[in-house]
Nanobody, 120 residues
């Protein structure tokens, strides 16, 4: 199983970016999928995610500005980020709880990370 993230970059304060993450491999089901971020010198934190029950959760710092969405057929999760602030600067990681077949396993997977820099 691989998680591949796309869409990071440099954006000015107040700007927008869209991140995408695609899961590939021998996947039976994706139980949860979303985004974390890690800024320099800080711990990795949850940004936004779909839970195993299908609901969404957001960090307080991004509520109203970020939206997580998904395309189940494409095994893809998106993060639309608006009104970006310098404090949103971080490496953003895709995360998913995935069940595989042949043999059956269930594990948490991480993508490679994509840099988002918000600066003028």
């Amino acid at each position: 199983v691989q998680l591949q993230a796309f869409g990071g970059g440099l954006v000015q304060p107040g700007g927008s970016l869209r991140l995408s993450c695609v899961a590939s491999g021998t996947i039976s089901s994706i139980n949860s999928m979303g985004w974390y971020r890690q800024a320099p010198g800080k711990q990795r934190e949850l940004v936004a995610s779909f839970t195993s029950g299908g609901s969404t959760i957001y960090a307080d710092s991004v509520k109203g500005r970020f939206t997580v969405s998904r395309d189940n057929a494409r095994r893809t999760v998106y993060l639309d980020m608006h009104s970006l602030k310098p404090e949103d600067t971080a490496v953003y990681y895709c995360n998913a709880d995935i069940e595989r077949y042949g043999p059956w396993t269930r594990n948490t997977y991480w993508g490679q990370g994509t840099q988002v820099t918000v600066s003028s």
